[in-house]
C-alpha cells in the first residue's frame, strides 16, 4: 500500500509537479489509453502529455485539459469555495423555525378580506 500521507509543505516545486505527473500517468494507464489518445482527447500535443508524465512543467490550461480527458475533473472539487454559517446566524434560523402547526381558525382569520 502506497504512503498517502504525502507532505506537500516540505516538498518542492519540481517534486509536487513529478506527483502530478506520476498520477496522471498513472490514471492513464488504468483507463489503458496512450499518450498519443490522450492528448487528441484533450486538444494538446503528445509532446505536453509526455512533459507531465516525466515531471515537467506544462500549463494550468493543459492541466485542466488533460484532466478532462481523463474524466478527473471532479478532482478540481477542492478549489470550490462553499460559504458556512456562523453559529450565530444559525442560532438565529433555529429560533425563527415554525414550532407549531396553525389552527384552522387562524388560517381563516389570515385568508379573510380586509374590505
Known sequence: M???NTNWLSMS???IIS???EYIKH???IQNKTQANIAEIAGI??????KIEN??????TSLIQILRALNLLDLLNVFKIQSQLSPLKLAKLEKQKRQR???NNEINEQNKSKW
Open 101 to 103: 402547526a396553525r389552527t
Open 55 to 60: 515531471g515537467e512543467p506544462i500549463s494550468l
Open 13 to 15: 516545486d519540481k517534486s
Open 27 to 29: 490514471q492513464r494507464l
Open 45 to 50: 500535443n503528445r509532446w505536453t502529455m509526455s
Open 19 to 21: 506527483i502530478i505527473g
Open 2 to 4: 502506497a504512503n498517502t
